[in-house]
């Protein structure tokens, strides 16, 4: 994820660490996470309004906060299927009133909401394919203007609207590689206009797509030369870039943002 305002990146691999860059790419500093012997965080989210850094701690079952001097501060979260419980939580929104929301896969395939404080407050969503249903919910992002939660339902192949209390309002996608749909949406990225950026594992590209799924552009194919990429995992943005997680090539490409 990127802090603009402080001109940081952060980034997570499999070697149990954050890495904190520049926007440029310079190493700047590590911080090494608490555990990670069931295996690796596969979201982290900076707080826009406090700069605090979320992880969702998908193989320890918990949600952390980092300090802006990269300290644990707090965490909630215990492996289980119970209210407040997860099963492999994969990345964190921000919403309305200080709410976190939580995506969690593995049987749970739901969205949590919480107080700042971690309180438990809703739960919605289930294993599944139809409305209502999700299929390994990868990336979440929430839309302050439309009041709107964006949930990339990975294994469904499909993009998710749902107010904020978790009502469903519509999706967007289906299974293929011709634009407009999509092939494992592991990320959703809001731009400043409403539209949307899809980072697709399966497909091995990044798409630009309308709030109604109309396909406005297509960055990346499969290869490991400059614009290509394998198994994009994750993108995030500040004003002018959009920053890839090339996770199969070992590298982050900055291009210029639509």
Avoid: M
């Avoid at 320890?60 to 501060?73: N, P, Q």
């Avoid at 297509?218 to 959009?242: C, F, H, N, Q």
């Amino acid at each position: 994820d990127i802090d603009s305002k402080l001109e940081r990146v952060y980034i997570i691999d499999k070697t149990g660490r954050i890495q904190k860059f520049s926007l440029e790419g310079k190493i700047q500093e590590v911080w090494n996470l608490p555990e990670f012997d069931q295996g690796y965080p596969t979201g982290i989210s900076v707080n826009p309004v406090t700069s605090e850094v979320y992880v969702a701690d998908t193989h320890e079952h918990r949600v952390l906060k980092f300090s802006r001097e990269g300290e644990v501060v707090f965490e909630f979260g215990t492996n289980g299927e119970e209210p407040g419980q997860f099963v492999f939580p994969t990345d964190i929104a921000f919403g309305p009133d200080g709410i976190l929301y939580v995506s969690e896969y593995g049987g749970n395939d739901r969205v949590q909401a919480f107080s700042s404080d971690g309180e438990f407050l809703f739960t919605f969503g289930e294993f599944g394919y139809e409305d209502g249903q999700f299929n390994r919910p990868q990336s979440i992002v929430f839309d302050h203007d439309k009041n709107e939660l964006i949930i990339a339902d990975s294994c469904n192949h499909r993009i998710v609207f749902t107010d904020d209390k978790g009502n469903w309002l519509r999706s967007i996608g289906s299974a293929s590689i011709n634009p407009g749909q999509l092939s494992y949406p592991y990320c959703v990225v809001l731009q400043d206009d409403g539209s949307l950026l899809i980072s697709e594992f399966g497909n091995n590209r990044v798409q630009h797509l309308s709030r109604d799924g109309e396909s406005l552009g297509i960055y990346g194919t499969l290869g490991y030369e400059t614009g290509e990429v394998k198994l994009p995992w994750s993108i995030a943005g500040d004003e002018k870039r959009l920053y890839i997680l090339d996770s199969g090539n070992n590298r982050v490409q900055a291009i210029k943002r639509p």
